[in-house]
């Protein structure tokens, strides 16, 4: 079992910047940030491996979101910028699973709120 604590997430301006955290209690290999707003399907928003010499990134996203891992301390990274009103939705870390399969990983955090008013 591998528990995911997400946190970092709030209300933010148009053009304003953000950084998610997710600490995780044990190993995974692949880990993920996914997101839901509402009354929309949960969607894959970045995705790294171990190492973090992989990662994935939705369209929406590249160019103003990175994916990090710090492993030493088992936490996982979502610096995001230049928000825009769309980024808004539930954050959710995933852990053990594999790209953007929202059925393939085993773990999910609780969710972090993110809001970007204009």
């Known amino acids: 079992q591998v528990q995911l604590v997400e946190s970092g997430g709030g209300s933010v301006q148009v053009g304003g910047s953000l950084r998610l955290s997710c600490v995780a209690s044990g190993f995974a290999y692949c880990m993920a940030w996914f997101r839901q707003a509402p009354g929309k399907e949960r969607e894959g928003v970045s995705c790294i491996t171990w190492s973090g010499s992989r990662t994935k990134y939705a369209d929406s996203v590249k160019g103003r979101f990175t994916i990090s891992r710090d492993n030493a301390k088992n936490t996982l990274y979502l610096q995001m910028n230049s928000l825009k009103p769309e980024d808004t939705a539930m954050y959710y870390c995933?852990?053990?699973?594999?790209?953007?399969?929202?059925?393939?990983?085993?773990?999910w955090g609780q969710g972090t709120q993110v809001t970007v008013s204009s």
């Open positions: 995933a852990a053990d699973g594999y790209g953007f399969d929202t059925g393939g990983y085993n773990y």
